[in-house]
T-cell receptor, first 110, second 114 residues
Framework: EDQVTQSPEALRLQEGESSSLNCSYT??????LFWYRQDPGKGPEFLFT???AGEEKEKERLKATLTKKESFLHITAPKPEDSATYLC???????????FGTGTRLTIIP | KAGVTQTPRYLIKTRGQQVTLSCSPI?????VSWYQQTPGQGLQFLFE???????NKGNFPGRFSGRQFSNSRSEMNVSTLELGDSALYLC?????????????FGPGTRLTVL
């Protein structure tokens, strides 16, 4: 059974203070690892897909990386508008269902 | 292009009642997936429909059911509500089916069971 664990549960940063969010996963064969952003009262918004170890994707102040056991979402010089819950999910071969972690609630303080 | 819409946005029911939630996918999307989101469990997959047929199903009891209509709109039903069914129910549409990186979520229906 696929499993995803995200840490920390919550993170408070000062504006401009860079940090990383962790997503550890266990799958039989990784088809894809996905990062989403979820704002209060809204559904998750897709950010990145990573398919193989060593792959990296970037979007503005966010960079996602992938190893065989975990993924990191690095946030560089964050701004208050980056405050949200960040969700990680995996999809394995032979199982199209997404398995989500419980998310990291990120707060950026001005 | 209109996004995924869900109705109602908020719902309050009592234990033992049943509830029906509705989801209208993005135009042209024929796959609709449903998820339950709770603080302790995160997002959990309920089921996916494509062309009016259930393609995948999560590990939820039979009280949770769904269907899809010919216009791709989908409904999910929960019968004999329990307190633990209180959650945010999210719908997502995609085309083609099973493609998580082209999956768009709606805003959800917040269900409270008293």
């Amino acid at each position: 059974e696929d499993q995803v664990t995200q840490s920390p549960e919550a993170l408070r940063l000062q504006e401009g203070e860079s940090s990383s969010l962790n997503c550890s996963y266990t799958v039989s064969g990784l088809r894809g690892l996905f990062w989403y952003r979820q704002d209060p009262g809204k559904g998750p918004e897709f950010l990145f897909t990573l398919y193989s170890a060593g792959e990296e994707k970037e979007k503005e102040r966010l960079k996602a990386t992938l190893t065989k056991k975990e993924s990191f979402l690095h946030i560089t010089a964050p701004k208050p508008e980056d405050s949200a819950t960040y969700l990680c999910a995996v999809q394995s071969f032979g199982n199209e269902k997404l398995t989500f972690g419980t998310g990291t609630r990120l707060t950026i303080i001005p | 292009k209109a996004g995924v819409t869900q109705t109602p946005r908020y719902l309050i029911k009592t234990r033992g009642q049943q509830v029906t939630l509705s989801c209208s996918p993005i135009s042209g999307h024929r796959s609709v997936s449903w998820y339950q989101q709770t603080p302790g469990q995160g997002l959990q997959f309920l089921f996916e429909y494509f062309s009016e047929t259930q393609r995948n199903k999560g590990n939820f009891p039979g009280r949770f059911s769904g269907r899809q209509f010919s216009n791709s709109r989908s409904e999910m039903n929960v019968s004999t509500l329990e307190l633990g069914d209180s959650a945010l129910y999210l719908c997502a549409s995609s085309q083609p089916p099973g493609t998580a990186d082209t999956q768009y979520f709606g805003p959800g229906t917040r269900l409270t069971v008293l």
